[in-house]
């Protein structure tokens, strides 16, 4: 019974990564496909297969990497986008 819960992750895992192929947004993508690696991931590891876990792993940290870099800048677009609304507010007049 174990092994086919691990089967199943696999199976999932697989199709979320090659799902990753037909998605056009890169910050869906790289989120399909760290999913879809973690899930291969476990799997490789409970196999014991070296090169399935180094090579799932690598992918893994790059988009995860990937994401952080598109979340920090996502954030410091949208305090730059507070910070202009609130200066044009203070130049603009006010009615009385």
């Not at 979320?16 to 879809?36: M, N, P, Q, S, Y």
């Not at 090169?51 to 990497?65: E, R």
């Not at 994401?67 to 006010?94: G, N, V, Y």
Request: charged content about 15%; proline content about 2%; glycine content about 4%.
């Amino acid at each position: 019974m174990e092994n086919l819960i691990y089967d199943i992750i696999s199976w999932v895992g697989l199709t979320i990564c090659i799902g990753a192929f037909f998605i056009k947004d890169v910050f869906w993508l790289r989120l399909a496909t760290l999913i879809g690696c973690s899930l291969l991931f476990v799997y490789y590891s409970h196999i014991a297969i070296p090169q399935g876990v180094i090579s799932n792993l690598l992918v893994l940290l790059i988009n995860a990497y990937y994401l952080i870099r598109f979340a920090s800048a996502k954030k410091k677009a949208q305090a730059t986008a507070k910070e202009s609304e609130l200066t044009a507010s203070k130049l603009s007049p006010q009615a009385d």
